[in-house]
């Protein structure tokens, strides 16, 4: 059944015709090219932008060339500069948009400008900054620019994001310093993975002197070959109750029966003494509460 626009009282008709001018609006997208798209960005007011999001959208699925690039990294420039003067709901909506340019903007374009803002940005900006930084692939200079910035600042969040980009951590001497200086044993784990990934010459030696980091990343990389390096450490956390149940975590990641087995008898011994019950054996607890005992985090998972 067709229904006529003529038939439509005045404000439904109205309605009517605002919705049809948006679906053209937006049918368009598809036909622009890059540098259209992007140029489309920066016109008429920047929020809310609703149809802007179907303009990143395509943005996402075009191939971007040199001019095109060239605009994006000027747009987000521009987005870093008028932020400011942006009432807070604007500045959310402008927030949003950053992410999604950078997001599509070509690492070798978007880094400077983000490890530019990890000296110069503070508060929403600064923690977009990490939140893309993340995501990024960082080179050897810019790793650089941010082991500088630390040494400036004392910032170890810092040297948290280098951790993360495993392709940085390309020599033991950078391993050493970030390892050094970090100070929660995920980072340190995160270090030694890339450490062991990376193949560095002298790495597992070097692994070995940081126990329990070692036995964490080997879990997190599921290494059932380094099992014979980390076997003669599982005496070392037997009697701490605050880490054995990480090494149990590694063990079960490598399926490692005969080392778990091994624990389980010890643990199940000592259970019974305490009791006083030779056949007792312990309730199955909660997941959640094993996880939370052992502080497991989500990463080990």
């Not at 439509?8 to 053209?24: G, K």
């Not at 900054?129 to 630390?150: D, F, R, S």
């Not at 993360?164 to 993975?193: C, D, G, P």
Request: glycine share 4%.
């Amino acid at each position: 059944m067709m229904t006529s626009l003529a038939s439509l009282d005045r404000s439904n008709r109205v309605s009517a015709i605002e919705h049809l001018l948006n679906e053209a609006q937006r049918a368009n997208v598809r036909s622009m090219s890059p540098i259209q798209l992007i140029r489309e960005l920066r016109k008429g007011p920047l929020f809310p932008y609703t149809y802007k999001g179907d303009v990143v959208k395509r943005l996402h699925q075009v191939q971007l060339d040199q001019k095109a690039t060239d605009e994006l990294e000027k747009f987000i420039v521009y987005l870093i500069k008028v932020r400011q003067s942006l009432n807070s709901k604007d500045r959310s909506y402008c927030d949003s948009l950053m992410r999604f340019v950078l997001e599509i903007c070509p690492d070798r374009r978007s880094n400077p400008i983000l490890v530019n803002l990890l000296q110069n940005g503070n508060g929403k900006l600064l923690e977009i900054t990490y939140q893309m930084l993340i995501k990024k692939t960082l080179t050897p200079n810019e790793a650089k620019k941010i082991i500088e910035l630390y040494y400036k600042s004392n910032n170890v969040t810092l040297l948290e994001l280098l951790a993360r980009h495993s392709n940085v951590i390309n020599s033991l001497k950078i391993a050493k310093f970030l390892i050094s200086n970090l100070t929660e044993l995920y980072w340190k784990s995160r270090v030694l993975q890339a450490v062991l990934t990376n193949g560095i010459i002298g790495g597992i030696e070097f692994s070995k002197k940081y126990p329990l980091a070692f036995i964490y990343a080997v879990g997190r990389l599921e290494r059932k070959d380094l099992l014979i390096h980390i076997k003669p450490m599982i005496s070392m956390f037997l009697n701490d109750h605050d880490n054995l149940g990480l090494v149990i975590w590694t063990l079960g990641k490598i399926q490692a029966k005969r080392e778990i087995a091994y624990i389980e008898k010890l643990l199940l011994t000592e259970y019974r003494r305490l009791l006083g019950k030779k056949n007792a054996n312990p309730p199955l607890h909660n997941v959640k509460f094993i996880k939370h005992k052992y502080g497991i985090k989500k990463d080990m998972i």
